[in-house]
């Protein structure tokens, strides 16, 4: 039996609707959607929910760790949220917020302009910090990504976007020889 998968859901703060394969929670972050595997059943007692697998396949013991993953990823981002942050290191690199986009100076010869989701809320507390936040998990996650994906931290000065708690590995430079 999956270890995650028999895991019970505690529903106490969201209003959950199964309809068919489609989930839909709604919370006070906001409200999410997700189709499921039609092997998988959803149980709803009382404020507690539980996903079921109809047998012991290989496909239905995948599934069924990952279907109850990704409701309680939903029921989480409904109620607290989820927030990525992003570090800018590199001498004159930074961001801000202009209107609802993010301004990017990152050493090319043009700014760089993002436009965020209207799902996803982004912040700049500092010049060199961008907070990312929202009630999908994946989305946060692929806007942080895109985010970094436009001056990736590089090995030898440690310039770039990373995430907050991402460790550079650093390389050494070539040394002179004599």
């Known amino acids: 039996m999956s270890r995650v998968g028999k895991k019970i859901i505690n529903i106490k703060d ?24 039609p092997n998988m059943t959803i149980k709803m007692e009382g404020e507690e929910l539980s996903v079921v697998r109809p047998d012991d396949q290989k496909q239905n013991r995948a599934l069924h760790g990952l279907t109850r993953a990704l409701i309680q990823n939903m029921v989480t981002g409904v109620t607290e949220g989820y927030t990525k942050t992003l570090d800018i290191v590199g001498v004159g690199y930074r961001a801000e917020m202009k209107d609802k986009n993010l301004l990017l100076s990152i050493g090319y010869s043009h700014p760089i302009y993002f436009a965020p989701p209207d799902e996803i809320t982004i912040e700049t507390p500092t010049q060199t910090q961008i907070k990312i936040s929202g009630s999908d998990k994946e989305l946060v996650g692929l806007v942080a990504a895109k985010i970094r994906s436009f001056r990736k931290p590089e090995p030898y000065k440690g310039k770039g976007i990373k995430y907050s708690n991402e460790i550079i590995i650093r390389k050494a430079g070539k040394t002179a020889g004599a």
């Open 14 to 37: 969201v209003k959950v609707d199964v309809n068919g394969n489609l989930v839909k929670v709604k919370g006070k972050l906001g409200e999410l959607q997700q189709e499921i595997h």
